[in-house]
């Protein structure tokens, strides 16, 4: 069993970045590739960011390549989502979750354990 406890989402200008943390509970947490997924209002859930068990392999969605960072620190059982050049269309609430295997994956039925997500909200 992971727990997952997002933090670090907010209110920012069009423009600015905020780091995402994500805090997983449990001592098999280097066993689990991670990911970040956002669902805006109206909207379905969508793939954000992924990274493997290491943080040696990442994968982007389009949208957010060249802007987003994840990584992960393995000793602190914490991932990492740092945004910058934030958008109006980046507003979302955004959700980490683990993934059962070592190898990342942005298909969001194949992970098993999920935070209840944090806001972020991007104004122009």
């Known amino acids: 069993q992971v727990q997952l406890v997002e933090s670090g989402g907010g209110l920012v200008q069009a423009g600015g970045s905020l780091r995402l943390s994500c805090a997983a509970s449990?001592?098999?947490?280097?066993?689990?590739?991670m990911g970040w997924f956002r669902q805006a209002p109206g909207k379905e859930r969508e793939f954000v960011a992924a990274?493997?068990?290491?943080?040696?392999?990442?994968h982007y969605a389009d949208s957010v390549k060249g802007r987003f960072t994840i990584s992960r620190d393995n000793a602190k059982n914490t991932v990492y989502l740092q945004m910058n050049s934030l958008k109006p269309e980046d507003t979302a609430v955004y959700y980490c979750?683990?993934?059962?295997?070592?190898?990342?994956?942005?298909?969001?039925?194949?992970?098993?354990?999920w935070g209840q997500g944090t806001q972020v909200t991007v104004s122009s």
């Open positions: 979750a683990a993934h059962s295997s070592f190898s990342l994956t942005r298909l969001a039925y194949e992970y098993r354990y």
């Open positions: 449990g001592r098999t947490f280097s066993s689990y590739a």
């Open positions: 990274i493997n068990w290491s943080g040696g392999s990442t």
